[in-house]
């Protein structure tokens, strides 16, 4: 059994979000870019943190990665998200589209940082990229983190490393399988659970 009720969102997404309308179309959660590389923080990470968790809304915040110190990138992160109580967290490991990409040895300092002060595997967010570096093999490292395979297409190939995936981004808001809208957010990112709603909320740690 999988929910549909989760999305992924940043800056990009504009200002003028209502979270209210949203968790009335069967949102429960929303993940949000919180920092990037050693130094970024997204504009609107604060404000939607308040606004979403007032309306009731899981809250996440993700990473995204690039090519450079891996443990340094996990301390900006964590500076950033600030009180992590009931923050979901995550790497957002893919291409850096604007310089060098992390690498998988980068990877596994962020997510083992972030687990050692945060006492929980962060998630990590990934697709062709990841199966690239992986090939056939396995990361016993990284297979601690729960995997959020991103995919576009009817249904979600998952690296060996990884028995099955948590959460699954199947549209950006424009290409993939349909649903693309959320009410009050527009078109966006969307991820499926793979679970109920209880376990989304043990996931999250939240009761």
Known sequence: MAINAVIDISHHNGARLDFAKAKAD??????????QGQANVDP???????????????????????????????????NTV?????????????????????SLEEARAFNTHVAQQSGRWPGLYAGHY?????????DPILANSWLWIAQYGPTAVIPPNWPTWTMWQYTDGAVGPE?????????????????????????????
């Open 82 to 102: 600030g009180d992590f109580t009931d923050t979901l967290l995550v790497l957002d490991f893919e291409p850096n589209p604007s310089g060098p990409s992390m």
């Open 44 to 78: 609107m990470y604060r404000t939607n943190r308040n606004r979403a968790r007032a309306a009731g809304l899981l809250w996440g915040a993700y990473h995204f990665a690039t090519g450079s110190d891996g443990l340094k990138q996990a301390v900006h992160f964590l």
């Open 26 to 35: 069967g949102i429960l959660g929303v993940i949000h870019k919180a920092s």
């Open 179 to 207: 649903p693309h809208r959320v009410n009050g957010i527009g078109r966006c990112d969307r991820d499926r659970f793979n679970g109920s709603e209880a376990q989304l909320r043990k996931l999250w740690g939240a009761t």
């Open 130 to 138: 990841l199966k690239e570096l992986l090939g056939t093999h396995t």
